[in-house]
C-alpha cells in the first residue's frame, strides 16, 4: 500500500515538479541592458514547455522517481505509522500531559 501511494504521488506531482525545476533553473537572456527572465511566469512556462516537447515533456524522467518512490515510500509510511502509535502511547500515559 506504500509502494501504492508513493507511485500515485509522484505522478501527480511530477508536472508540477518539472515546471518548478525550470522555474528555478531558467536561464537569463540578455537585452538592451538588462537581464529577463526566459519564462514570464507559471503559464508561460506550461505553454514553452509544451511547444517544446507536447505532453511527455512533462513525464520525462518519471520512470527513475517512481523506481525510487516504491521502495522509500514502503519504507517511510508504516515507519510513520509505527512513530506515531509508540508517540501516542507515550504521551497518554504520561501524566504531565493534560
Excluded at 74 to 84: E, G, H, K, M, Q
Aim: charged residues 15%; positive net charge; aromatic residues 12%.
Amino acid at each position: 500500500a506504500g509502494a501504492c501511494a508513493g507511485w500515485v504521488g509522484w505522478v501527480s506531482i511530477y508536472p508540477l515538479d518539472v515546471l518548478r525545476s525550470r522555474l528555478m533553473a531558467q536561464p537569463l537572456t540578455a537585452g538592451e541592458g538588462k537581464s529577463t527572465a526566459l519564462y514570464n511566469g507559471t503559464l508561460d512556462c506550461i505553454r514553452k514547455t509544451h511547444a517544446e516537447g507536447g505532453w511527455r515533456v512533462f513525464f520525462r524522467g518519471l520512470s527513475f522517481s517512481l523506481i525510487r518512490a516504491g521502495p522509500v515510500a514502503s519504507c517511510v509510511l508504516p515507519t510513520y505509522d509505527i512513530a506515531f502509535r509508540w508517540l501516542y502511547i507515550m504521551l497518554a500515559s504520561s501524566p504531565s500531559v493534560q
